[in-house]
């Protein structure tokens, strides 16, 4: 009998498995680049000619800045949190469910908790990317007072990894796609109201700021705000903490759901 | 254990699948695939065939049992698995937005392949598939049976010593399925172990070594295609396609009859015996032939569907 022991096995690092996953869906992102790269530019563009023309002739300075210089700062992030609430509920399910693209991808060397990690580091690139789209249409518009709201960009990053860990939760749970409208509708679309995005948080009654503290859109919002220079209500240290604990957890719970509807 | 080139590349037992809304579809199955071998494995829909193969690289956990694929078990080293081996998935699962080798260098990276090396093997895949004049083209353009070759090409990139496929035929012409049938054969020459499930007994019986038919969730037949044919079904059929014409047929001897809706079927060792039976019929008919691999299967799983 002959037997030759095989060579160890060079099965990729965690970390190269879970690039790989993220250079997947840069891949697909990239593919139709026009599509997919114009948006992020021109949400801003439009929704500032709305405001600049409309709104803010009547609004004239909110939190001590003209109105449309104290929206600004806060709609940097807000097309993070959109981008990575769609990527993660309807992107996410569709390739579940219809496009069956996880099928393909596990039968590579790639586990279920791989797939899931690698595609939320894609939503926060994506964040990134969104939120640095939005800072070059407000430097555009004069917008961009100082070389910190630069920190827009990892802020993006961490919102956009933040609200695709709780998009994916949720889509751990369902099972119709049309459900994800609830979510949209009872949760992303209010946190756009109540996170000092557009009126700043000191205005809310004492008895229900401490909601808008709970809230995740909050903190990254009071993060680009003291990057810009303006006031917090929660400080620095609280803001970061929430995003720094949020993220892992929310991120191991959603993984671990979602392993066990790839996994039967 | 390191796995050695002498031991069985798989080795599954008393291996049970009960999913979680308590359906049982695998109820202790053992069989052993030898390294070099082409094993395939028969059933009607529903009878555990996927299970049992989604269970070999961890994509479904089994309940109860063991098993080991190159001497891993699955449940511990699903990574190790599915490095060595090509998985052929039952569905077709490309990229669509991508083109042809733009999903396969991508795929390429999930085995950690350098951009270099990945290139070559891509080049060598699709020359051997026969799908170089695509390279470039949209997964939307190419035929069913170029995803199909696609998929196969893209299990083959990081050069495994076991192939796993589910149905790799289903829904294909008969140029297509030839042309695979081909290809697994050259593959089985170059020493990769292969193991299929087919509703196709023809292709079944072409290409496997050694098959098993399973059905409800266990295994009911074993052994090599010829040899089930041999020892598990009479040599010939006499199928009678007009139920009346049957009506007034007298025979004697050792020949099985067997009713089917509008047809009749008897079975008989003896062709002389059937074209005895035969020649009181008009020409036109009657078929008489050589029982083949789908009579033992419609024998023990029998005739009525399972869907």
């Given amino acids: 009998m002959t037997e030759t022991i095989l060579p160890r096995v060079a099965v990729p690092s965690l970390t190269r498995r879970i690039t790989s996953v993220w250079w997947r869906h840069v891949r697909v992102y990239s593919s139709s680049l026009v599509s997919n790269a114009l948006p992020p530019f021109l949400e801003p563009l439009i929704f500032l000619a709305g405001i600049g023309l409309g709104l803010g002739r009547y609004i004239v300075s909110m939190d001590g800045l003209p109105y449309i210089q104290f929206l600004a700062v806060g709609l940097v992030l807000t097309s993070a949190m959109y981008t990575a609430s769609f990527e993660n509920t309807f992107g996410t399910f569709i390739r579940l469910e219809f496009d069956k693209v996880y099928d393909g991808m596990q039968a590579a060397s790639l586990t279920a908790r791989d797939l899931m990690w690698g595609e939320l580091l894609f939503t926060a690139t994506k964040g990134a990317f969104f939120a640095g789209a939005v800072l070059i249409i407000l430097a555009c518009f004069g917008l961009v007072t100082t070389p910190w709201m630069l920190m827009g960009v990892p802020l993006g990053f961490l919102t956009a990894g933040m609200f695709g860990t709780i998009a994916m939760l949720v889509t751990s749970f369902v099972t119709n796609i049309n459900h994800f409208n609830f979510y949209f509708t009872l949760f992303i679309s209010p946190l756009f109201f109540f996170s000092g995005v557009v009126f700043p948080l000191a205005q809310l009654p004492d008895s229900v700021r401490w909601v808008a503290g709970l809230m995740p859109l909050t903190h990254p919002v009071e993060l680009m705000r003291a990057a810009a220079g303006g006031h917090t209500v929660f400080g620095v240290g609280w803001n970061l903490l929430y995003l720094v604990v949020f993220i892992p957890v929310v991120g191991t719970l959603a993984v671990n759901r979602m392993r066990r509807r790839l996994v039967s | ?307």
């Fill in chain 2, 1 to 307: 254990m390191a796995y050695t080139g002498a031991m069985p590349a798989i080795v599954v037992q008393n291996v049970t699948k009960t999913y979680s809304g308590g359906f049982e579809a695998v109820k202790g199955i053992n069989f052993e695939v030898e390294t070099g071998e082409f094993f395939g494995l028969l059933g009607p829909n529903g009878a555990g065939k996927s299970s049992l193969m989604r269970m070999l690289y961890n994509k479904s956990e089994r309940s109860a049992g063991s098993i080991e694929v190159l001497g891993y078990d699955p449940a511990q080293n699903e990574l190790e698995i599915k490095f060595l081996s090509g998985i052929v998935p039952q569905d077709d699962n490309l990229d669509v937005d991508l083109d042809v080798v733009t999903n396969l260098k991508v795929y390429a990276r999930f085995y950690g392949l350098k951009a270099k090396a990945a290139r070559a093997r891509i080049d060598e895949l699709l020359d051997f598939l026969e799908l170089s004049e695509k390279k470039e083209s949209k997964i939307r353009e190419l035929s069913g049976g170029m995803r199909r070759r696609l998929i196969i090409a893209r299990a083959l990139l990081n050069d495994p010593k076991l192939l796993i496929l589910d149905e790799p035929t289903t829904g294909l012409d008969p140029q297509v399925r030839h042309l695979i049938w081909d290809k697994l054969r050259l593959l089985k020459k170059q020493g990769l172990t292969l193991m299929l499930t087919t509703h196709y007994m023809e292709e079944a019986f072409q290409l496997c070594d050694r098959l098993a038919i399973i059905d409800h969730g266990v295994k009911v037949l074993e052994g090599k295609p010829i040899d089930l044919v041999k020892s598990h079904i009479e040599a010939y059929v006499l199928e009678i396609i007009q139920r009346e014409a049957s009506a007034a047929l007298t025979y004697s001897g050792p020949v099985r009859r067997e009713t089917i809706q509008d047809r009749v079927l008897f079975f008989s060792d003896s062709a002389a015996e059937l074209e005895t039976i035969a020649s009181a019929l008009h020409p036109g008919d009657f078929y008489l032939r050589q029982s083949n691999l789908e009579d033992v299967f419609l024998k023990t799983t029998g005739r009525s569907l399972h869907d």
